[in-house]
């Protein structure tokens, strides 16, 4: 195939005595559906594309110039060090200059240059992505979001109304598509889920403004657009800045991004863990009420954007049919994401120290369940951190009935929408698991306790060698609790599985997952 002349601008700045550094040659071009991007060596230069999609608009050298000034700004927020300043590029006759003194006539947003093996898209192709790892992307999102600003006018994009209609553009700008990326039927029933799950949710929507989780978020947080930086620290870059409506959104809309594109590389286990760190250390667990939403809607963003690239003149054959390729397996996960699930309550049961977390933290990711622990909720419900010690009035009886029916109202919540959830707490009151299965049982929602148990010598020098772990046990509590715990009913046996933590280092057993 033949391509498409690029412009003469970008052909220019191909050549190194385009700039006014040195450059490492040959200079590479990277281009999307809205940009050009410009690799040479210690910086990178991105132009704007004059294309109007109606969600995005730069036909003009006056908007153009607007966004730039925008990228930087928002970009700043999660990655400073990448993000340097708008240039600008002058024309006189045949030829363009940067930061010249004739008409401006082109602006493009100057970046320093990283390396591509840094892009969380390339650690996990070569296995680097750990789970420790992932674990400090759900912390780093967490604090990016308790920053990020909001304010009533931001807010307002959390109405149903707002939402509805930016999901909906999506289909509008992808039914060409039918029948190239995706079936009818795919269409038809990923369109039918959201427009029913906006119908049926307007409280939680209306909740989640009136607690202030709308807010000027990335809006396009892929593992492309996640990096490692100096020292080794997690950078979040390009961000949206074309379009309101895609970056003032619930921070469930930039978590789905992460937890959608984990799950489309097939590493569910990865994701899993991010949204249980991101969900322990924000206290958010309404948010994941709206996770079936906002999945469907990322992986459908990023089949569309696959599909536009069908439409670029200048993409070769063979691009095109990558896209083809790309998209389809996107529209498919939104499509995947629509099926109905079966939730499931898992009790943990066992004294402190007797690895009952350790347990839930290996089975989470296996059963993508979400994880939650008695430890977080508390400290939620009285408002200090998580890695703040604990006082008496922290575990007065009164503050442990609200932990546990709190954990009881988010575990019943996210089963009846068919979430696999892990209640990890001592649960060795009778009382206190019996209320567990008579709430579930209306619901029909299945239910296990896995008691953990271990030596009692073992789980003191556990206790005693804790640290850095959000619990407040301690060792001089455990003779208290082994006192106190109660048995198994009859009734209560046919759920329970006895682990000890001693014996079991793998959860492939079957008899848990």
Known sequence: ?????????????????????????????????????????????????????????????????????EEIRLNQRGAAELYLEVVSITQKGDKYQLNGTVEVVEYAVKMRQFSQETLFSHLLEEAKITPELITELGLTIAQFHAKAATNEYISSFGKVAQVKAVVDDNYQYTEKYIGIAQSQSQYTETKAFTDNFFATNQELFASRIANGYIRECHGDLHLRNICLGSNNRILLFDCIEFNEEFRFADVMYDVAFVVMDLDAKKRRDLGNIFLNTYIEQTGDWSGIELLPLYLCRQAYVRAKVASFLLSDRTISDAEKQDATQTAANYYKLAWEYTQPQTGKLILMSGVSGSGKSTVAKQLAPQINAIHVRSDAVRKHLAVIPLTDKGGKDLYTPEMTDRTYGKLLDIGIRLANQGFKVILDAKYDRQALRSEVITQAQPHHIPIQIIHCTAPEEIIRERLKLRHGDISDATVDLLSSQLANAEPFTETEMVYVTDVDTIITQSLADESLS
Do not use: W
């Open 1 to 69: 195939m033949i391509m498409s002349s690029l412009p003469a601008l970008i052909e220019q700045m191909q050549q190194p005595d385009f700039y006014p550094h040195p450059v490492v040659e040959p200079i590479q071009l990277m281009q999307t559906h809205i940009s050009y991007v410009l690799l040479t060596g210690e910086f990178v230069y991105k132009i704007k594309k004059p294309v109007n999609f109606g969600f995005l608009n730069y036909s003009t050298l006056e908007l153009r110039s607007q966004f730039c000034q």
